[in-house]
């Protein structure tokens, strides 16, 4: 793989550990920025990663965010935004201000990461950005209107970079993770193997898309438990 | 119809006003609102809706448009979400304060417009909330990334409102208007008749939805022109 | 409506007999096609439109039909395409002579029956061509392939036709009809009302859809009831 | 990977060629199928693979084309249905038995392949079938409604079969390729390198496909090259 650096937005102990370990596996130099770094220390002293707080919704602290790895001398050439706030409720019932919270976690965060990524790419011709969606990205499900407004955004955020940016060199990807993710430390239901997504299962498919030759890149791709209905 | 009343958020000259003298003529009672009344003035004072100002984007300010609808006595049974902001450029090159304002202003204050009148419906079992999409609710184009972000949205909002309020007497409908709606005034290309959206049309098939039975509602439907390209 | 004459091919009992009296009293000269002519004696008489047998995976037989509603002077300007051979089982189970023949009634017969129909609108530049889809038109469901290939392939031949014919004139479009019809003569449910899709409900909305001005043409539509979940 | 032999439906010189070599590198017993074996001699001698001659319309010859490499104690673990019939031209002027012949290879062709390795596979809990989509899969283009109607139906085959077959142990993916696979002997535009699909690169997304644990599963995924608009 051509890639030497990554960026994992939204790093915590799910996903965006099993994608920290992967990569630095394939011997990428990776950053973790979350907005509460202490709870990333256990993963950098695992995998050598290094971790930089950052609140994705500030549009300062992220362009912080990317000024600092810059400095570091590792500008990333693989970016994922992995981070969302999900909120459930009747419409009637939510606080204005907690969706507004939501979607600038989810979709705004996304956007400001995104962009400076691009901006460090598209001049040198390659890279790739990849975001994190949900069966929320293309289902609007009841009672779950902010989180769908969300990964929708998300989405649509993520096709027009793919239009836009593809022809420049840079692969963005989007991944629909249609499911529940097995929590660390959650035992398997004995009667039932594999019926939530293993988060090292997702981060060996998002290798798979990062080392896709550009003759043949995907824009999008779902997974799914195979016992999961859909 | 059954529906005596409407709201109309996001009000101007072209398919809004068209909703405006339709939803009018069907004699219901319209209320038009927007940041600025001033352009509304001549509308009203040709269809006897009545304006109010308000900026979708603000909770209190969306609150107070329809405690002061409330207190008229004409609490909309029919509200259209019809505000937006488109915006283009490279995503590299777009000021982050602007993509934020436009977020809001085409999905953050649609969420705070439906969910006034949700809270309005839903108690008396019944009321239409529609939604004005754009080729953008579905696509998401180069170079457009705000307004792909935005609109998608709004479609993961309608979707998901769709899904809970339906079952509690709510029609719920998205409509993605595939193409340039032609602007008042604007003449008829007389090689290339019809190849915008006449407002006045759209504004028709808003009022078929509208008298749908709820044995056979419809929660999205798209219209474009017979010669654009899709 | 601009239209004066419609062909209803897969006719019987319930959404093809409200559309033949829909468009009936909309004074088009309706004629009803079948297999089986027996049954839809009841309905010519009540509404004066004409039956002429024709089993619709027959291309000789669907140019035969067409050909007589020509001699008869009334050569349609609104075909409707609504036959379909739903079939249930476990993959493994199916008959492919059985799998065949439902792939033909479903979708080889909307071909044949709309290459005729596109025969005699594109030279004179306007006429409708409309198909009645499923659920399955955009899920396939478990232990229903066959029905969702017959399905899928009808919306691709009205997607492809609407890109194809819409520019010359003809007007295509598809319903994705997403729950049960109640048969005629079935009682509503007086604990859930209208929680099916009423024929005469929807085939309002396909005149809807037929009265459209060019400038806002619809593709596709769906419709389902208000209690169904999606 | 689990997977020990695979069949590939529809064999010639492209993407089934890739597969071919690439599966038999990964040391599977591979079979290959198609009308005409002939053409196929080269690439049997070069990967090992073995040719057995079958018109996939037939349902005979496709149960005997499993019954012999049954016979050959290799029963697949893989099969790939890569088989399908390009038709373009206007919709009025399309020949009736040859939009009938296009639709059983394409799509009838594909149900019957499908159906045998379903019963083999069932049975032991694994395995895997593999659709090859196209651009028309998800879009109907003018001009092109047969190719449509078969791309489409074989979609709704494999969502179909992926919700029936998975929770069964089996696995069911569907490759949109969308944009034209550079043919064998083909040379690079040199100003415009990687703008065609690359067999050699679609194929190894098959395999990362192939490998997935069943834990985070992909039905769905599309494949375009970098430049290639969409």
């Known amino acids: 793989m051509q890639y030497k650096s990554a960026l994992i937005v939204g790093a915590g102990r799910g996903l ?12 990428l130099a990776v950053t973790v920025a979350a907005r509460d770094t202490g709870k990333l220390e256990a993963l950098c002293n695992e995998t050598g990663a290094r971790a930089i707080g950052c609140d994705a919704r500030d549009a300062t602290q992220v362009a912080q965010l990317f000024e600092e790895i810059d400095r570091l001398g590792s500008s990333p050439d693989v970016v994922v935004y992995n981070a969302s706030a999900r909120m459930r409720g009747a419409l009637a019932e939510l606080v204005p201000a907690e969706v507004q919270r939501a979607l600038q976690v989810t979709a705004y965060g996304a956007f400001l990461v995104a962009q400076q990524a691009a901006r460090r790419m598209v001049p040198k011709g390659y890279g790739a950005i990849l975001f994190t969606g949900a069966s929320a990205s293309v289902k ?13 955004a998300v989405r649509g955020l993520a096709q027009s970079m793919a239009r836009e940016l593809a022809p420049q060199g840079v692969h963005v990807a989007h991944f629909v993770i249609d499911g529940a993710i097995r929590p660390p430390g959650h035992a398997e239901d004995a009667t039932r193997p ?9 981060a060996s498919t998002y290798l798979d898309i990062l080392r896709q030759p550009r003759s043949a890149w995907t824009w999008e791709i779902e997974l799914r438990p195979w016992v999961e209905p859909f």
Do not use: C, H, V
């Open 16 to 27: 965006s550990a099993s994608l920290t370990r992967l990569l630095a596996r394939e011997r």
């Open 140 to 152: 609007g499900y009841a009672r779950s209107a902010p989180f769908a407004m969300g990964k929708f």
């Open 194 to 202: 594999d019926s939530m997504l293993d988060a090292d299962a997702i």
